[in-house]
């Protein structure tokens, strides 16, 4: 257990319709990033934030939004999906910064596995 | 220019004899650090080893061992002892810093397949 929690573990909807994933991070992480993986991909840089502020961002749609909250969970919410979308989505979270006592790896959440009909 | 790559889309592997697992990167930044992730076909994604930039010392995490050439910028994952259950996906990483913090950058991966 990583102790990154993601919600929903499987969302069905169809096209042109809108969903919300949650993240929520390991206990004193401050960083949150999102990932897609599509279909035998490699996992596709999304959007990060650190500390509920936008850190930065990857190949991330105009379709698709973020945001984190004073609580650190997140949300990446995907609006007027397409066949296309359909992926997992990953969360992970890091503590931040690395430092001595820790190596600052990724700690990734089971993620939400989006399919679009 | 690619961070990280992976060239061998595909491994396989007889069970009992050991595998590496080919990773080159690239940073000018002299703080940085490499992991390995394993991805099995269940799809979460299993931390495996950590190297730091200024470690001097190969990481080893059991089985697995981290093969760091600095001055090739390489990071090859060693298996030993192979097993069935190390049949996954397995992603090098490295995490760098940019002027946003700390970024990371995974490769495409490689898919390991352990025959009996």
């Known amino acids: 257990d990583s102790g990154v929690t993601q919600t929903p573990k499987h969302l069905i909807t169809a096209t042109g319709q809108r969903v919300t994933l949650r993240c929520s991070p390991r206990?004193?992480?401050?960083?949150v990033y999102w990932y897609q993986q599509s279909l035998d991909q490699g996992l596709q840089f999304l959007i990060q934030?650190?500390?509920?502020?936008?850190?930065a961002k990857g190949n991330i749609l105009e379709r698709f939004s973020a945001q984190q909250f004073p609580d650190l969970h997140s949300e990446l919410n995907l609006s007027s999906l397409e066949l296309g979308d359909s992926a997992l989505y990953f969360c992970?979270?890091?503590?931040?910064?690395?430092?001595?006592?820790?190596?600052?790896?990724?700690?990734f959440g089971e993620g939400s596995r989006l399919t679009v009909l | 220019a690619q961070k990280i790559t992976q060239t061998q889309p595909g491994m396989f592997v007889q069970e009992k004899e050991a595998v590496t697992l080919d990773c080159t990167y690239d940073?000018?930044?002299?703080?940085?650090?490499l992991f390995w992730y394993k991805q099995p076909s269940s799809g979460e994604m299993i931390f495996l080893i950590y190297?730091?930039?200024?470690?001097?010392q190969n990481a080893t995490e059991g089985r697995y061992s981290l093969n760091f050439q600095k001055a090739r910028k390489s990071a090859n994952l060693v298996i030993s002892a192979s097993q069935l259950g190390d049949s996954a996906m397995y992603f090098c990483?490295?995490?760098?810093?940019?002027?946003?913090?700390?970024?990371?950058?995974f490769g495409t991966g490689t898919s390991l397949t352990v025959i009996p």
């Open positions: 992970a979270s890091s503590v931040g910064r690395s430092t001595v006592r820790n190596t600052g790896e990724l700690f």
């Open positions: 206990s004193g992480d401050l960083s």
């Open positions: 934030y650190y500390n509920g502020e936008e850190r």
């Open positions: 940073t000018s930044d002299q703080s940085y650090g």
């Open positions: 190297q730091g930039s200024y470690d001097e």
């Open positions: 990483a490295m995490r760098d810093r940019s002027n946003t913090g700390n970024q990371f950058y």
